[in-house]
């Protein structure tokens, strides 16, 4: 077996709450996202972009989701706002994929966006060839426009995922696969 095949036999989402510091540094941080640039692409029309979350700008967006929830649920208690808070502090490195398909384009808007989550997986590739542990999420604040708007979404825009990346504290057992003999047919 190559090596990239026993990689990908193996590789393994580690959830952002089992994620520690440090993060990537700014050397590896601009190979991630060029790796994950690296998909399949038709009509070259890139139709995602990344939002980076690190540092201080973590606590913000966390505030802003927080706010976001207080909005959806007016009842929440404090300890399920500041929970909230956390999501996107969790891991030291976040980055959202923003998918924006391009319309009129002659690529079917299906695999503009089929693109995207290309990105997202390439990049959860890249930060564990690099060393690191992450993985592939969506919220409620995935689909809410107010909170969207202010992390810079645009109209149109629709967040593919937020790919958390750290060092993994524990990597946890893998979790059952599908049956091939289940979902593999022959024609």
Known sequence: ???????????????????????????????????????????????????????????????????????????????????????????????????MAKEGAKVPAWEQELSAGAVCMNMLLAAQGLGYAGSWLTNWFSYDHNVLAQFGLKDGERIAGFIHIGRAQQVPDDRPRPDLAQIVTYF
Not at 32 to 46: E, F, M, Q, T, Y
Not at 65 to 91: C, H, L, S, Y
């Open 1 to 99: 077996m190559t090596d990239i095949v026993q990689f990908l036999s193996t590789r393994r989402s580690v959830a952002p709450v089992a994620l520690t510091g440090p993060g990537p540094d700014a050397g590896e941080l601009a190979s991630l996202l060029k790796i994950a640039s690296r998909v399949p692409d038709h009509g070259k029309l890139a139709p995602w972009r990344f939002i980076v979350f690190q540092g201080e700008g973590r606590e913000r967006a966390g505030h802003i989701v927080a706010q976001g929830f207080q909005r959806r649920e007016p009842q929440a208690d404090e300890a399920r706002i500041a929970t909230e808070a956390k999501r996107m502090t969790m891991a030291p490195l976040i980055i959202a994929v923003v998918s």
